[in-house]
């Protein structure tokens, strides 16, 4: 085995996972406060990756350069939009179907996702789009033939990934917009009679999914520099892997299962076979959701009558 | 809303709050819709999002304007969702009066209508069809159990590939309608089995990472199923007789059978009056199921699992036989589909597939056989005939899916039988 192609697929798998780490967030969030896979969560990531898009074709049409200030206001524009759409998505197509039946909601949030899709297809066109590259250069360790290399934007998007875990983390453990979501999400009906404004708690965990998403999405197209108005689906679907596999409902469990999936697809694709490498990460999506439903972190789920 | 007054008089409410409506609404419409990416670039088209967002304006402050008028009121308690009386009652069943004198006439139209059509149209007839099969199959997982599906489409590209894959080991397209009921039954029931005693949200999840496994696997095991290339399907016969021009090695091509001169189109027309005599079976086969024991269990499992478990339901049976009926009509609509079409590729098998079925059964009302046939219909016939909408099409079902949610989750068209009806529950 070749050490440097296995630390590289490792440095990679972290930067991916740390991506499905932020997108899981949203999902994890939402269900462990509403019960309720957000099927569009996947869609509104990849709005995101247009936005930022966008936003850096408006500010080098002012000829802005510097690096620093292309990033910090790319995101700054992008998580402000993403969260909007967040919070319209959850005010138009999921607010009205608070009390109806279990599978309502869940259909509705398939036709927001198709809208978004064929909603962005119209407008900007069914080809891959792309982003210049923003910060180029990269560390490299090891000799001239075998290294490895780390490039300055995955170390940009591993640490963001971790500060925004990091603030969001404390946002929910020490704040009290915090302990109002973690009260929503053990009792609604009592955290209502409590005095806490439900509706505007379910909206902020939307907005703050979508926010996270956002940022995730800002880092991968700086990252990888093309996309198109379909990578939403994959995306999503593996990010929800990721918060099932960290226990969904936990934010911890989030990330976990983020690093865990995109180092191990990483591994597979460097060692075992590229093509597969989706099936490979719904394979095992199907394999915890069998054995282990409550994932690493999670609590096991009750039904209660 | 946000900047409203308690005291403003109602015309200024609703102004207010529809200006804050159409500002959101600019906002998000204005990024995607306003600014196309063009390389690295951007054109602008801001002109979009703000006829977009006058809309959403105009739209916002007549619904407000007409809620604070009687009329209005009126209006909205009209078209509400519950209009239930208070106390518990028994409805009344509306089954229709005339139904036995239209059912047969519907039949030999139907039975008649390939006679009549041109080649083109007799393909989207075909296609409406294999529709009709796929949403009948899916309103038993979707509309009967209560089970969500969205891998739908993993089974119906088990059938089709059963026939295209099989027919080079000699089997035909009768042999292939079985044994894709059969294997598609098999895999329905090797994925349901572990799942459906699991937490309902994650099946759906689930049966969407199953269907993406099918359609990856189509696409990347080059040595069986041809790749993205796809598979070859042989014609259909009929007892043995061919219905190409000249027939193969020692066959009977049917105009020298039957003595008549040779139609290009009699194969299509064949085609579709089988599928249509299968959905005719179905139909009739779903429509008695419902009120067998078996289609009670799966209806009374959706309403309440707890419920039905404590009173000695086997639930995962129950929700098996659900999906995998639902499994074997996608495996013989699949056989029908690569009949028609010629060969398979995996393109036919993406989620969109499984989304477009899972419409069909949502705007048809979930578990209402006669909503489902209509919405195939609909569905597959009129983006045929609104050619210039097409690229609008998956923005119009998404736009459908929601508002059926939000307006009429029962959906359009509902034939009930008698019912109970507890309406003081809300």
């Known amino acids: 085995m070749d050490f440097h192609i296995l630390g590289q697929q490792l440095v990679n798998g972290l930067a991916l996972g740390s991506i499905y780490g932020l997108i899981a967030v949203g999902y994890t969030m939402v269900y462990g406060i509403i019960g309720m896979i957000n099927f569009a969560h996947g869609d509104v990531y990849m709005v995101s990756a247009y936005l930022t898009a966008i936003c850096l074709a408006i500010l080098s049409y002012f000829g802005m350069v510097s690096p620093f200030f292309l990033i910090v206001i790319t995101l700054i524009v992008t998580v402000f939009f993403i969260a909007l759409y967040g919070w319209s998505i959850e005010r138009i197509a999921y607010k009205p179907l608070r009390n109806s039946p279990r599978l309502a909601p869940l259909i509705s949030a398939i036709g927001v996702s198709l809208v978004l899709q064929n909603y962005v297809q119209v407008s900007q066109g069914a080809k891959t789009q792309a982003v210049p590259t923003i910060l180029p250069g990269a560390f490299r360790f090891g000799t001239e033939t075998e290294f490895i290399q780390i490039t300055y934007i995955q170390v940009l998007l591993i640490i963001v990934s971790f500060i925004s875990m990091a603030v969001l983390t404390y946002i929910i453990q020490k704040t009290s917009l915090g302990r109002q979501c973690r009260a929503v999400q053990q009792d609604a009906k009592m955290s209502a009679i409590l005095g806490i404004n439900t509706d505007r708690i379910i909206s902020t965990v939307f907005i703050i999914g979508a926010a996270m998403a956002g940022i995730a999405g800002v880092l991968v197209t700086m990252n990888y520099g093309s996309f198109d108005f379909s990578v939403g689906f994959i995306t999503g679907v593996k990010a929800f892997t990721a918060a099932v596999l960290g226990g969904i409902g936990s934010l911890p469990g989030a990330m976990l299962g983020g690093i865990i999936l995109g180092m191990s697809e990483s591994l597979f694709s460097g060692f075992v076979n590229t093509d597969y490498k989706d099936v490979f990460a719904f394979s095992l999506l199907v394999l915890v959701l069998i054995f282990r439903p409550s994932g690493l972190l999670g609590k096991p789920l009750v039904e209660k009558v | ?426």
């Open chain 2, 1 to 426: 809303m946000l900047f409203t007054n308690p005291n403003d008089p109602p015309i200024l409410a609703a102004l207010k709050d529809s200006l804050f409506v159409g500002l959101i609404a600019f906002l998000v419409f204005a990024p995607i819709s306003g600014m196309v990416l063009d390389g690295y670039g951007f054109n602008s088209h801001l002109e979009r999002p703000a006829i977009m967002a006058a809309i959403v304006f105009a739209g916002r402050f007549i619904y407000q304007f007409l809620a604070g008028t009687s009329f209005g009121k009126n209006l909205i308690a009209k078209f509400a969702a519950s209009k239930a009386k208070p106390g518990v009652y028994v409805g009344q069943s509306d089954g229709l009066k005339y139904l036995k004198f239209i059912l047969p006439v519907l039949f030999i139209a139907c039975l008649i209508l390939p006679f009549f059509l041109d080649k083109y149209w007799l393909s989207v007839a075909t296609l409406a069809m294999i529709y009709v099969l796929l949403g009948l199959g899916l309103n038993i997982v979707v509309g009967l159990a209560g089970l969500l599906d969205l891998g739908f489409v993993a089974f119906y590209a088990v059938g089709a590939y059963t026939f295209a894959l099989g027919s080079q080991y000699g089997i035909g397209f009768w042999t292939a309608i079985p044994l894709a009921a059969i294997l598609a039954a098999m895999a329905g029931g090797i994925l349901g089995f572990p799942v459906l005693r699991m937490h309902g949200d994650y099946l759906a999840i689930v049966t969407l990472g199953f269907g993406e496994i099918i359609r990856l696997i189509l696409n990347n095991w080059m040595e069986v199923t041809g790749g993205p290339n796809g598979a070859p399907a042989p014609n259909p016969t009929f007892l043995g007789i061919e219905f190409s021009r000249t027939a193969k090695e020692g066959g009977v091509p049917y105009h020298e059978f039957f003595g008549v001169t040779y139609n290009p189109a009699a194969e299509y027309i064949f085609l579709y009056i089988v599928l249509f005599l299968v959905v005719s079976l179905m139909i009739f086969f779903f429509s008695r199921l419902r009120s067998m024991p078996m289609g009670r269990a799966w209806e009374a499992l959706r309403e309440d699992e707890i419920a039905c478990r404590s009173l000695g339901l086997n639930h995962v049976m129950v929700k098996l036989s659900a999906f995998m009926m639902g499994a074997m009509t996608g495996g013989v609509a699949g056989v029908f589909f690569a009949a028609q079409q010629g060969f398979v590729n995996p393109t036919s098998f993406t989620f969109f597939e499984s989304a477009l079925i899972l419409a069909i059964v949502v705007l048809g009302g979930m578990g209402s056989v006669v909503g489902v046939v209509l919405a195939a219909l609909v569905l597959t016939i009129l983006p045929e005939t609104l050619r210039t909408f097409a690229e609008y099409r998956i923005l119009i079902f998404g736009i459908l899916m929601v508002g059926m949610m939000l307006w009429k989750p029962r959906g359009l068209i509902r034939i009930r039988r008698p019912y109970f009806s507890r309406g003081d529950s809300k």
